[in-house]
């Protein structure tokens, strides 16, 4: 059983970073493929971000270059850092712990609350 409590999310202009974490429980944290998604008011929930075990990333062509996730497991923790934001940007983001690496969502067995990002023009 893992559990997942995100934070970092606020109201910001266009054009500003933003930081999101999200703080896992369980002694297995470092096996897990942790992912990022977002989902804006009207729209299906998409992939952003995703970190495997071993600590490769991949990305949404959306945010590549832009986001970057990382992971530290002595703090059963994972990142999202987020740059330039832009106001399509602005949605929940949630991170999920999986046994599988994947653009899916459900691929992805544990799920944060979820924190609102809003990125004003």
């Known amino acids: 059983q893992v559990q997942l409590v995100e934070s970092g999310g606020g109201l910001v202009q266009a054009g500003v970073s933003l930081r999101l974490s999200c703080a896992a429980s369980g002694r297995t944290f470092s096996s897990y493929n942790m992912g990022w998604f977002r989902q804006a008011p009207g729209k299906e929930r998409e992939f952003v971000a995703g970190?495997?075990?071993?600590?490769?990333?991949y990305y949404a062509d959306s945010v590549k270059g832009r986001f970057t996730a990382s992971r530290d497991n002595a703090k059963n923790t994972v990142y999202l850092q987020m740059n330039s934001l832009k106001p399509e940007d602005t949605a929940v983001y949630s991170c999920?712990?999986?046994?599988?690496?994947?653009?899916?969502?459900?691929?992805?067995?544990?799920w944060g609350q979820g924190t609102q990002v809003t990125v004003s023009s």
């Open positions: 970190i495997r075990s071993g600590g490769s990333t």
């Open positions: 999920a712990a999986g046994s599988i690496a994947s653009v899916t969502y459900t691929s992805y067995r544990y």
